[in-house]
């Protein structure tokens, strides 16, 4: 099946460590994006990628970073630097102006 | 910066009867506006996409309005279902590969 897979879908960060959200597509969609929910607010977008090799900062970029070395990945650091990371991160991957297909998503806390 | 706001976070409405929801927005034209459905502890799922020179989109019991005169879309769920229940997303397209999303309203429909 065609899809986007997370992983893994809880995750726990101690102080001062950095942590890796993986996000997996087998759609062959050219773009890639990382949003993050909190409750009572809209997805709020942390990077998103065009094309391999590049990638772009949304509105809430510090503290997070990315990499798109292969068109089927495209995973999360969430770095020491972020002092609020507790929420919940959404994948998700499209083609050019088409809707977006998202993952089920990272429920990350803090120790 | 563009602000979208969907109306009342929540709305519980009798099974059969027909659900409205709200999304305006502010300070930008979009070229189309997407709306999602969003399960607990699930990523959004794409429902209808419906361009700035379309009146009105539809699919099985699902409706779209959009109105650019008044920055608006309305969203009607007919003959609501429990199953119906759910939080729904509309989203903004803001060019670049970029969607920005509301905060979303809950619906539950009742047996």
């Known amino acids: 099946d065609g899809g986007i897979t997370q992983s893994p879908k809880y995750l726990f960060r101690k102080e001062g460590q950095n942590v890796t959200l993986s996000c997996e597509q087998n759609l062959n969609h050219d773009a890639m994006y990382w949003y993050r929910q909190d409750p009572g607010q809209g997805l709020r977008l942390i990077y998103y990628s065009q094309i391999v090799n590049d990638f772009q900062k949304g509105d809430i970029a510090e503290g997070y970073s990315v990499s798109r070395e292969k068109k089927e990945s495209f995973p999360l650091t969430v770095t020491s630097a972020q002092k609020n990371p507790t929420a919940f991160y959404l994948c998700?991957?499209?083609?050019?102006?088409?809707?977006?297909?998202f993952g089920d998503g990272t429920r990350l806390s803090i120790l | 910066s563009q602000k979208i706001e969907q109306n009342s976070e929540a709305l519980n409405i009798q099974e059969g009867k027909t659900a409205t929801l709200t999304c305006n927005y502010t300070n930008y034209s979009p070229a189309y506006l997407q709306w999602y459905r969003q399960d607990p502890g699930r990523g959004p799922v794409f429902l209808l996409l419906i361009r700035e020179n379309e009146k009105e989109k539809r699919k099985e019991r699902l409706k779209v309005t959009f109105d650019t005169t008044l920055k608006q879309s309305l969203f009607h769920i007919t003959a609501s279902q429990p199953a119906d229940s759910a939080t729904y997303l509309c989203a903004l397209d803001m060019n670049d590969y970029k969607l920005s999303f509301g905060a979303g309203t809950t619906v539950t429909v009742r047996a």
């Open positions: 998700a991957s499209s083609p050019r102006d088409q809707p977006q297909h």
